[in-house]
């Protein structure tokens, strides 16, 4: 998954606004104890940041 489809899934879940605020302000166990940004800033793989705010979100599978 590319930067850009993360964005744009983060967008369609949240709104433009609130995807952002989201990735910098909410910090998840899955991560490491961080946040989104901060995972993505470290060069974590992307479509596992996805999958780590899927499962926070309890998004169904379907949705993912």
Known sequence: MRL?????RMEDRFGAAYARSYAT??????????????????GDDVKSVWRA????LEVPAAER
């Open 53 to 56: 705010v899927c499962e926070a």
């Open 4 to 8: 850009t489809e993360f964005w744009r």
């Open 25 to 42: 302000d909410q910090v998840l166990a899955t991560l490491g104890h961080r946040t989104v940004q901060r995972a993505l800033d470290d």
